[in-house]
């Protein structure tokens, strides 16, 4: 099929999930472009655990070897009390004999950027929030309007922005004048955890000597009933209009609650305090873990065509 008949993908947001659709959007030679309501990328989040569900997807849209010289190969995880014994390992080394992948931690901003550089940086748009999206009768487009009066059209629209996707808002607001939501789509999304992410600056290899080791290190410390150890942290609703407000300012309080939480390694006196003070205070966030699975995902393209 030649591009020009090929359909134009609008996709709102440019998370690693509006990046990755991208990136397999470019290889159909499909055009597209997305939408980001940031202005600059910023390398937020700390590590994400990539095993064999998630690799054979990376094999087809990055350089692979790129992925294993980023990230570092986990075997298992240890976790320790709060007096810095060791408490017992789950081990992870079967994964690769049962499917031949190694599970692979990597920092989620090197994953980013990863995907960042396979799109054209002239399709990926800045600064661009989307406030409204619809359909346009007169020439069966979709369309998007941006908050700087921006108006842009295309056969199909993505909503890849994240859990409190405006575009999933809009769709279920001209849903339900249309009497179609489903009650369970108008719930609230639950979350039980509510984590701090964020990256220390490089670390001096003689005071943390694990990390000359090649396969990571991925230590945890078990709480002794303390607020952010239970799940105490489910009270805490979250009532902002957008999750990027919880930055570094709603981050500060909880690094504060939680300094003095004990955590193995260095000279056996080290805290969450010592990893925080290495830590750019505007690369630590504060991030809720929410789980729901929403029934619609689409509506008004395909139903047509039926
Ligand atoms: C700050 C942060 C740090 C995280 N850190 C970790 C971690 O360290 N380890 C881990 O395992 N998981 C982490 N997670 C969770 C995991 O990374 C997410 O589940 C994953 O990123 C979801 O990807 P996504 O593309 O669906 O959404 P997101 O990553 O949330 O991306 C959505 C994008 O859409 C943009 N957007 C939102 N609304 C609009 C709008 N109206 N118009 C235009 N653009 C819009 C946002 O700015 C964002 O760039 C983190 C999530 C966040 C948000």
Request: hydrophobic share 35%.
């Amino acid at each position: 099929m030649e591009t020009a008949k090929k359909p134009k993908v609008l996709i709102v947001g440019a998370g690693l999930g509006g990046l990755a659709l991208g990136i397999l959007l470019e290889r159909a030679q499909i055009p597209f472009e997305i939408f980001e309501r940031t202005s600059t990328i910023k390398p937020l989040g700390s590590a994400l655990s990539i095993g064999p569900n998630l690799i054979p997807f990376l094999e087809q849209i990055i350089p692979i070897e790129d992925f294993f010289s980023a990230s570092k190969p986990m075997t298992d995880v240890r976790s320790f009390n709060e007096q810095r014994q060791f408490v017992f390992s789950s081990d992870f080394s079967p994964i690769e004999e049962l499917t031949g992948y190694k599970q692979h931690i990597i920092a989620r901003p090197v994953l980013y950027h990863l995907l960042l550089r396979q799109i054209p940086a002239y399709k990926l748009h800045l600064n661009k929030r989307v406030l409204d999206i619809g359909e346009n009768d007169k020439d069966d487009k979709a369309f998007l309007r941006t908050s700087d009066n921006g108006y842009y059209e295309g056969d199909i629209l993505i909503g890849a922005d994240g859990a409190y996707s405006a575009v999933r808002q809009r769709l279920y607001e001209s849903l339900k004048q249309k009497g179609q939501i489903l009650k369970t789509d108008l719930g609230d999304l639950p979350f039980k955890c509510t984590c701090l992410v964020g990256q220390t600056d490089v670390l001096d290899v003689e005071e943390f000597p694990q990390l000359k080791e090649p396969i990571c290190q991925f230590w945890s410390t078990l709480g002794e009933d303390k607020p952010f150890s239970s799940k105490a942290a489910e009270g805490e609703r979250f009532r902002g209009m957008d999750n990027s407000e919880w930055g570094p300012i709603a981050a500060q309080s909880m690094c504060d609650d939680t300094r003095g939480f004990p955590i193995p390694g260095g000279n056996g006196t080290l805290t969450m305090g010592d990893l925080y003070d290495r830590t750019p205070k505007n690369l630590i966030s504060k991030v809720m873990l929410e789980e729901k699975v929403f029934e619609t995902w689409h509506y008004g393209r395909r139903d047509k065509e039926q």
